[in-house]
Every structure is written in C-alpha cells, then in structure tokens.
C-alpha cells in the first residue's frame, strides 16, 4: 500500500500512475480530491495531524510527499514545511516506509553551471535556504527519504507555473504570451508525468534511498520555444512573446510582497538555468517523454479542462 500527500499536479498523477500499474493507494487531502480510481482510496485527512497520520500510513510501503505552502513566499514555506516534512518522516519511519519528496533545483548554489545530481546544493537566504535546509533535515532523520528534483513543470493540471495557465490560455487563444526575465535563455522544464515515474520508479529501489535524484528532463529549451512547441500541438499559430524585464519586477518588488518573491528567482530566466538527468535516467531505467508528446497531452487537458464532458 502507498500513501500520497496532496492532489495537486504531482500527487494526483502520482497516485493515478501507482493505481494504473496495480497498486492501491491512500491519497490524503483535506478535500477528499484526486482521482476517480477503484485503488484510490481518497481520505479527509490533515497531513500535519501527527496522530491521524501515523494511523494511516500504517502497513505503507512508501509515502509521496507531495504538499507545498500554503503561499509562494518565504515566510510561508519556514512556517510550513519544515514541520509537514518532519510529521510525514516521523510517521514513515514507524512504518518503515520510504518518503518521495518532489524537489525544485532552488537550493542548487551553481546554478551558472550546468547542474548535476553531484552539484552543491548549499543556497542560502530566502525560499532557496528554505530547500537547502529541507534536505538537510532529510538526511538527518531516521526515516528513509529520496528527493527528485525537478525542474519548472509544464504539462496535465499544471496550473501555477511559468509554462502553466499564463502561457497555455493566452496561446490557444490566439493572445500575446508574457513570460519573465528573458524568451531566449534555455531553461529546463519538467514533464509532470516523468517527475511522477521517476519518483514511483525511486521508491522501488532500496539501493536509490537516502541520494537526490533528477526526474527525467528533456533538453533545455528557451520560454519561447516552450510556447511554440504547445502552439503546434494545439494547432494555432506561433503566438506573440514578450517578457517583463527583470528590473520591472525588482522595482515592483519594492512595494509588493508576490513581486519581490517572485523577484528572488530571477536568476533562472536572465541566464541559462539548465539541469542535466543523464546519470538518473540510467538508475531509473526511464527516458524524458519528447516534448511534442509532452505539449500535445498539456494542450488536450487544457481543452478538457475548458470543456469538460457532460455526465
């Protein structure tokens, strides 16, 4: 039995993945959302209750930690996380299970460079030493843990992302598409599909326990070639692209707490901000799915979405 945290992107393809391949699933929200399976069992279930939740993951095998804070800022994430992610350890440890955590390339501190599963991840300051600290946290606990770090996620249900609603919508719609920092930089995007392979894949391997890993990712590519790959797939022209330059942000940032979070991780989008899956594609036996694939699936779902089917 495995035990997923959270329905958002992640975990709902997480535990759709697990229960197509046969395994039942515990999937804990406080909503009771996620995927209409016969092996998906959805709880009401608060993931920061230690009580309840050392109750359910009894008799797991491997939990999918998959919430994040409450709001994309700092002081969210430090009042947060490091508490959900110490919960959900002490739990798996007394059930012997493994925790998958998702994890972002924040607290890699050469991001100049290209960026390998033996690259520091020493940052500090800021949501990036909150992920710094994260993984230090991991390392310490007696639980067993592997993190899969991703990099930006484009594809089904991803919503809040630079490759998310505010490029996808404005696209299909034939409007002018407005990423940040700059549209010819390459950039590293992660299918949400092979992120969840990669860590399902992760936690059937005792031997991948206790490292980091990077989720199967394709080519580096710039925000513009991003755009123009969905616009093929959904049929419409190339759209128009623009960026806000970053020092519009940094400006904002001034008098604006989400400008001045958003501001933090400039960095990635004024320079090239590239990660390189190679090595763990090869323990994980998985390839990146080709982004035409990739961006077809995206722009159906987003269809879907816009249109869902009548009962």
Same mark, same amino acid.
């Given at each position: 039995? @495995? /035990?997923?945290?959270?329905?958002?992107?992640?975990?709902?393809? /997480?535990?759709?993945?697990?229960?197509?391949? !046969?395994?039942?699933?515990? +999937?804990?929200?406080?909503?009771?959302?996620?995927? %209409?399976? &016969? +092996?998906?069992?959805?709880?009401?279930?608060?993931?920061?209750?230690?009580?309840?939740?050392?109750?359910?993951? $009894?008799? #797991?095998?491997?939990?999918?930690?998959?919430?994040?804070?409450?709001?994309?800022?700092?002081?969210?994430?430090?009042?947060?996380?490091?508490?959900?992610?110490?919960?959900?350890? %002490?739990?798996?440890?007394?059930?012997?299970?493994?925790?998958?955590?998702?994890?972002?390339?924040?607290?890699?501190?050469?991001?100049?460079?290209?960026?390998?599963?033996?690259? &520091?991840?020493?940052?500090?300051?800021?949501?990036?030493?909150?992920?710094?600290?994260?993984?230090?946290?991991?390392?310490?606990?007696?639980?067993?843990?592997?993190?899969? =770090?991703?990099?930006?996620?484009? !594809?089904?249900?991803?919503?809040?992302?630079?490759?998310?609603?505010?490029? /996808?919508?404005?696209?299909?719609?034939?409007?002018?598409?407005?990423?940040?920092?700059?549209? @010819?930089?390459?950039?590293?995007?992660?299918?949400?599909?092979?992120?969840? $392979?990669?860590?399902?894949?992760?936690?059937?391997?005792?031997?991948?326990?206790?490292?980091?890993?990077?989720?199967?990712?394709?080519? #580096?590519?710039?925000?513009?070639?991003?755009?123009?790959?969905?616009?093929?797939?959904?049929?419409?022209?190339?759209?128009?692209?623009?960026?806000?330059? !970053?020092?519009?942000?940094?400006?904002?940032? =001034?008098?604006?707490?989400?400008?001045?979070?958003?501001?933090? +991780?400039?960095?990635?989008?004024?320079?090239?901000?590239?990660?390189?899956?190679?090595?763990?594609?090869?323990?994980?036996?998985?390839? &990146?799915? &080709?982004?035409?694939?990739?961006? +077809? $699936?995206?722009?159906?779902?987003?269809?879907?979405?816009?249109?869902?089917?009548?009962?």
């Amino acid at each position: 039995m @495995n /035990v997923v945290t959270g329905a958002g992107p992640v975990g709902y393809t /997480v535990a759709e993945q697990l229960a197509d391949q !046969g395994h039942q699933v515990r +999937l804990l929200t406080r909503s009771g959302s996620g995927p %209409d399976h &016969p +092996l998906v069992d959805r709880m009401r279930v608060d993931a920061s209750d230690p009580v309840r939740l050392t109750e359910v993951v $009894a008799g #797991a095998t491997a939990v999918f930690h998959c919430i994040h804070g409450s709001a994309y800022r700092a002081s969210a994430w430090a009042a947060e996380l490091p508490r959900a992610e110490q919960v959900v350890m %002490d739990a798996a440890a007394a059930a012997g299970a493994v925790v998958v955590f998702p994890e972002s390339l924040y607290s890699y501190s050469e991001p100049d460079k290209l960026m390998t599963e033996a690259g &520091p991840r020493t940052a500090a300051g800021g949501k990036r030493g909150i992920r710094t600290a994260l993984l230090t946290a991991r390392q310490a606990h007696a639980a067993n843990t592997v993190s899969v =770090v991703a990099g930006d996620f484009f !594809g089904p249900r991803v919503k809040m992302a630079h490759a998310g609603e505010r490029m /996808v919508t404005p696209l299909m719609a034939g409007k002018t598409v407005q990423f940040i920092g700059s549209i @010819n930089q390459p950039h590293s995007f992660t299918y949400v599909p092979d992120l969840a $392979a990669a860590m399902i894949a992760a936690a059937q391997r005792p031997e991948l326990w206790n490292t980091a890993l990077h989720a199967p990712t394709g080519m #580096a590519i710039t925000q513009r070639d991003m755009a123009a790959a969905h616009a093929e797939a959904a049929g419409v022209t190339a759209p128009k692209v623009s960026a806000v330059p !970053g020092w519009v942000l940094r400006v904002a940032g =001034v008098f604006s707490t989400d400008m001045r979070e958003l501001a933090e +991780l400039l960095y990635q989008f004024e320079h090239p901000f590239v990660m390189d899956s190679s090595a763990s594609q090869k323990l994980l036996g998985l390839e &990146p799915t &080709p982004l035409p694939e990739a961006a +077809l $699936a995206t722009v159906s779902w987003w269809r879907g979405a816009a249109h869902p089917a009548k009962a």
